[in-house]
């Protein structure tokens, strides 16, 4: 399937280090798929408020949930979601070019209160799904009452701006590298460890098999 790129607008319009950008929206799916804990940025009464949050998402849309009492959630104006994944230190011959190897994705737009049932019900599942794929077949269904105490937005994926740099150092080839200093790269990698389960579960409960494949897998 054929993607459509993402569209440059002022928010989304790469004025700095244009080269790490990139108008893909299969990186910007790849950067959303990795991870699963984002930022909202939203102004609260004229002052910024940023709140970590999860998220899920759909070919269109990012789904966002929280407290119906989070004034953060509350819906209906202009928010910025970012998610950056860090893939390691740069370090260069200079303190100068030293940086990050990442891939981050910063998503603007008004982010819609989802009031129909069953979409809040969906929406809920891409959450569930998104962080851990098969745990919404097997835990408890949310019931009524916690539905009504849980807010969820949607946030559409049209208007988003991502960056991504790989690679070493960029001063290899400038008159620093007659320094004789060490340069390169620190990867940073995070894996997934062993489940741990509640201290009051009965010895005989076996883990979930979609949790315990996932011990020894990479995280992003």
Known sequence: MTLDPLPETDLTRHRRLRDQGSLHRADLNAILDAGFICHLGVVIEGRPLV?????????????LHGSVASRSLSGGTPVCVTVTHVDGLVFARSVFEHGVNYRSAMIHGEARKVTDPEEKLAGLRRLTEHATPGQWSYARSPSRKELAATTVLALSLEEASVKIRTGPPDDG???????????GTLPLTSVWG???????????????????????????
Do not use: C, K, M
Request: proline fraction near 14%; charge should be negative.
């Open 194 to 220: 062993a489940p741990v389960g509640d201290p009051v579960l009965p010895d005989e409960t076996p883990v979930p098999e979609h949790i315990a494949r996932r011990e020894g897998t990479r995280y992003t």
């Open 173 to 183: 080839d400038g008159p620093d590298a007659q320094l004789g200093l060490w340069a």
């Open 51 to 63: 709140v970590p949050t999860v998220y899920g998402r759909d070919e269109g849309r990012l789904y």
